[in-house]
Nanobody
Framework: QVQLVESGGGLVQPGGSLRLSCAAS????????MAWYRQPPGKQRDLVAA???????NYADSVKGRFTISRDNAKNTMYLQMNSLKPEDTAVYVC????????????WGQGTQVTVSS
């Protein structure tokens, strides 16, 4: 299994930037996909961005061109660079990792709060 710990959340003004980190530990060699999800207040959790072990990325339309997902495999850390932040980006951002060994397993971090407000 893996343990996921997010960091980097906080309060930022509209148009500002924030960089989230997700540090993974445990069976990190089995991770095939890592992703960021977010859950705005009163809404469901939705995918923000994902990256495979090979570096392939995809993004939600709402963040495309503003957010960049990346991985540092040597540090077992995933990042989400968020630029041009909007109030609608306010949410709890949660790190996810999918492992594939004998079976596929999904793990979640505890989340980090991002608030975009004046």
């Amino acid at each position: 299994q893996v343990q996921l710990v997010e960091s980097g959340g906080g309060l930022v003004q509209p148009g500002g930037s924030l960089r989230l980190s997700c540090a993974a530990s445990g069976s990190t060699f089995s991770i095939v996909v890592m992703a960021w999800y977010r859950q705005p207040p009163g809404k469901q959790r939705d995918l923000v961005a994902a990256i495979t072990s090979g570096g392939t990325t995809n993004y939600a339309d709402s963040v495309k061109g503003r957010f960049t997902i990346s991985r540092d495999n040597a540090k077992n850390t995933m990042y989400l660079q968020m630029n041009s932040l909007k109030p609608e980006d306010t949410a709890v951002y949660v790190c996810n990792a999918v492992l594939k060994k004998t079976v596929v397993a999904s793990y979640w971090g505890q989340g980090t709060q991002v608030t975009v407000s004046s």
